[in-house]
């Protein structure tokens, strides 16, 4: 006859403590898809953004806690036991969970701007926390010298910037739009610097480089791409480089008048509104890098005229994107105009200088 009682379960073996922060790390993770590409939770509660600031600060202050605690309990030896490690990893794990609950309940009609602000921050902890993890996991001994209180201070820092986020899609607004005006800025700054300095490379290539000339390719040439390794500018291309910085000057000045129109008359309200002017002048700044880039030695003047041709047609359509929207309460006005014939006679006199490369 069987005892009446079952000997107790055998209590499962825990993994040594730098396996299971190895663990963590992987699970940590497996988690930042979910934040890439996850949608807001639907609720029929209103949502209350006073309530979901506080929760996010709220869960921002947990898990930089957490990344304190593994920091000072994992930097050193003696190691923890296999069983507080396991308590530590589920307290981490929790806590980058809860954080990632709490930015899923930001709805979409709050604006896709301020969400991708969020969505970006929360990605920044959730990959910084998973890095200090995977550092932590190296003996103590083995890791590199302040390796672990970069990779804290790497978290702790992405945590502290939660309660300076925007608090609405007007405010995320005027955010990119100024990243955007100093993005252009610095490129004018660049350009205006290799035009100044006459040696674009500043002596970085090697007199070497010049040997390769004769190594060209017909296609190259049939592409419109020079064969040889000039290091400077001809006058030709000096020339071309002058209406391609009058265009950056008029990307600058476009996005400036676009930052002010929103700042003085933009609506939190019209989320989707101001998502449109925040798209659009998102591609402004590729479309200058490009063209900044494209300008260096040896300079392929059809890729100039394409990348400018690319740049012009983006601000027109960010003009006028900003024409028609609520920013812009006077729609006759002669701003927009004007600054549209300026880009197109600079996209002319690029096409008249670059039109023998068509003739090719």
């Known amino acids: 006859m069987a005892s009446a009682t079952a000997p107790a379960a055998a209590a499962p073996t825990l993994a040594p403590p730098l396996q299971q922060l190895r663990h963590l790390a992987e699970e940590l993770r497996l988690l930042l898809p979910r934040v890439r590409v996850g949608e807001a939770q639907g609720t029929t509660e209103e949502f209350n953004g006073e309530m979901f600031w506080r929760r996010l600060n709220e869960a921002a202050v947990t898990v930089s806690r957490e990344a ?129 300095e006459c040696d674009p490379y500043s002596g970085l290539l090697n007199d070497t480089d010049e040997n390769n000339s004769d190594n060209h390719n017909d296609e190259d040439d049939v592409l419109g791409f020079p064969s040889n390794r000039d290091l400077y500018w001809s006058e030709d291309d000096e020339e071309l480089i002058i209406r391609c910085l009058a265009l950056v000057i008029a990307s600058k000045a476009c996005l400036k008048k676009i930052r002010i129109l929103v700042a003085e008359n933009g609506k939190k309200d019209q989320v989707a509104q101001l998502d449109d002017i925040v798209d659009i002048s998102d591609e402004i700044s590729p479309s200058v890098n490009d063209l900044a880039l494209s300008i260096y030695p040896p300079m392929c003047h059809l890729t100039v005229r394409i990348n400018s041709a690319k740049l012009v047609s983006v601000l027109k359509k960010a003009l006028e994107i900003t024409k028609a929207s609520h920013v812009n309460p006077q729609p006759g006005d002669s701003w927009i105009p004007l600054l549209i014939n300026a880009i197109d006679h600079f996209m002319n006199r690029i096409k008249e200088l670059t039109r023998s490369e068509l003739e090719l």
């Open 68 to 196: 304190t605690t593994l920091t000072t309990v994992f930097s050193q030896l003696p190691l923890p036991s296999p069983q507080e490690t396991q308590k530590f990893c589920e307290q981490v794990h929790a806590a980058i969970k809860a954080f990632i609950a709490v930015y899923c309940l930001l709805p979409k009609d709050q604006g896709i701007t301020l969400r991708k602000l969020v969505r970006g921050a929360t990605l920044d902890i959730v990959d910084g926390m998973a890095q200090l993890v995977e550092v932590l996991s190296i003996t103590p001994t083995q890791s590199p010298e302040n390796n672990d209180l970069i990779s804290y201070i790497s978290v702790w820092v992405a945590c502290q910037q939660m309660p300076r986020m925007p608090r609405d899609n007007k405010a995320a607004a005027l955010l990119m739009l100024t990243k955007n005006v100093d993005f252009v800025k610095d490129a004018h700054e660049e350009m205006q610097r290799a035009m100044e």
